[in-house]
């Protein structure tokens, strides 16, 4: 299986997550990639540090996500809901191969995630077609109103679905000290144990 980590800025949490997994299940398949990432930035030091207290050694480069990435993975684990719903919303053709690590282990709120992602897909539905139809008719600014006002019961559905989910976010240490930096491992380690868990279950 093919397994990618998502987080911001693939310095901190889903290098993190990309290298316990490496370590605790080497056949498989891991990369790791951010939303909002440069192209071959070292990983945070802190990062580093935290990881050779454990006694492993981090040698990574950050990516971006690409479609070429979400190809090739089978299994997309992101560290927030808000990565998660940012992945839906760029790349709709893959959301079934996106989930929170927190969520994909612990299986709850699947009915709801469900929900979510058809109200997210009518939503750029809708979106999509009311711009083409009046576009031409409007200014932007008016535009920009009589969109929001043609989508606020879709955009009312997605907030009262979202309010019923539970928190899945792994907290993003950057700018914090080691002690934070810490607490983020140790979270992620917990979750990449009940993921290592899963996966080995799944296999036999």
Same mark, same amino acid.
């Given at each position: 299986?093919? &397994? ?19 370590? $605790? ?32 050694? *981090? ?9 070429? *990435? *979400? ?39 699947? +009915? ?13 539905? $809708? ?15 008016? @535009? ?11 955009? +009312?559905?997605?907030?009262? *679905?979202?309010?019923? @989910?539970?928190?899945?976010? &792994? ?34």
């Amino acid at each position: 299986m093919n &397994i990618l980590f998502v987080c911001t800025g693939n310095t901190c949490r889903s290098p993190m997550a990309e290298t316990l997994l490496k370590q $605790k299940l080497p056949k498989a398949n891991v990369q790791s990639a951010g939303i909002f990432a440069g192209e071959k930035q070292r990983a945070n030091q802190h990062t580093i540090t935290v990881l050779k207290n454990k006694d492993i050694k *981090l040698a990574h480069e950050s990516q971006p996500i690409t479609a070429r *990435l *979400l190809n090739w993975a089978d299994l997309v684990l992101t560290m927030t809901t808000q990565h998660k719903q940012s992945l839906i919303l760029q790349y709709p053709d893959y959301t079934d191969k996106f989930f929170t690590l927190k969520e994909y282990v612990s299986e709850a709120d699947k +009915e709801v995630w469900a929900e979510l992602k058809k109200v997210y897909a009518n939503y750029e539905e $809708k979106r999509f077609k009311f711009i083409q139809e009046n576009q031409h008719k409007f200014d932007n600014t008016i @535009l920009d109103q009589k969109l929001g006002e043609h989508l606020q019961s879709d955009i +009312e559905k997605i907030q009262q *679905l979202e309010s019923n @989910l539970i928190s899945y976010d &792994i907290s993003d240490p950057f700018g914090g000290d080691l002690t934070v930096y810490e607490k983020t491992l140790d979270e992620i380690e917990l979750y990449v144990n009940m993921l290592v868990e899963k996966l080995s279950k799944s296999e036999n």
